[in-house]
């Protein structure tokens, strides 16, 4: 019983293509999240969403653009890729209510590699 | 906007010996704080979290962490490591807010143990 899940696991494209990655999360949770992991190993949330409504978006180029269909789904789709793109990318979701307190949940990751 | 702090970036201990992890935050109000930690090519796993109440809080695998508001510090700690310890913790802190909430990272600090 995976609680978050990406697919894939990893993805090695070239340079100007377009791609997404998936996640979906089976806790029932009404937040979920995107982090980026960079190859020092440090990790930057980029976008959070709240029943389907964008909450956080951080510096992050116009290129990556998020979509929720639904409470359960956040996926990352990323227009013209980029050398610099290529980092793991981590899905997690939370409950908002007392969010503060509840824990996020991470997903196993995709790696991205472009080339 | 909060911080995290980890000092050591590469720590490396003996099967058996004790451990500390160092972590110092900026937050101006009382924060959240959570360890995770990251097994090689896995995702994040929670391993404890301190929200208010006792500043000694227990977690999984063993591990426990003093919150010292004196020092602004949330150290981990574990009395016996095990092989299967090694891997990569974050501390962070979570920031409630109204209609938002985010985890701020550190920059990790990898464990290596010997056998």
């Known amino acids: 019983d995976t609680a978050v899940s990406q697919t894939p696991k990893y993805l090695v494209t070239q340079m100007g293509n377009d791609k997404s990655i998936k996640c979906e999360q089976n806790?029932?949770?009404?937040?979920m999240y995107w982090y980026k992991q960079d190859s020092k190993k440090f990790l930057k949330i980029m976008f959070s969403?709240?029943?389907?409504?964008?909450?956080i978006n951080e510096t992050v180029p116009n290129r990556f653009s998020p979509k929720s269909p639904d409470k359960a789904h956040l996926n990352l789709h990323i227009n013209s890729l980029e050398l610099g793109d290529s980092a793991v990318y981590f899905c997690?979701?939370?409950?908002?209510?007392?969010?503060?307190?509840?824990?996020?949940?991470f997903g196993p990751g995709t790696r991205l590699t472009v080339l | 906007a909060q911080s995290v702090t980890q000092p050591d970036i590469h720590i490396t201990v003996s099967e058996g010996a004790s451990l500390e992890l160092r972590c110092n935050y900026s937050?101006?109000?009382?924060?959240?704080l959570f360890w995770y930690v990251q097994s090689p090519g896995q995702g994040l796993q929670l391993l404890l979290k301190?929200?208010?109440?006792?500043?000694l809080v227990q977690g999984i695998k063993g591990f426990e962490a003093e919150f010292k508001r004196s020092q602004s510090s949330f150290n981990l700690r574990k009395p016996s490591v095990h092989w299967s310890d090694a891997a990569e913790y974050f501390c962070?802190?979570?920031?409630?807010?109204?209609?938002?909430?985010?985890?701020?990272f550190g920059k990790g600090t990898k464990l290596s143990v010997i056998p």
């Open positions: 997690a979701s939370s409950f908002m209510e007392l969010a503060g307190e509840n824990e996020q949940f």
């Open positions: 806790l029932g949770h009404d937040t």
């Open positions: 969403y709240n029943n389907k409504e964008l909450i």
């Open positions: 937050y101006g109000a009382t924060p959240y």
């Open positions: 301190y929200f208010s109440g006792d500043t």
């Open positions: 962070a802190v979570g920031a409630p807010g109204a209609g938002s909430y985010q985890l701020t």
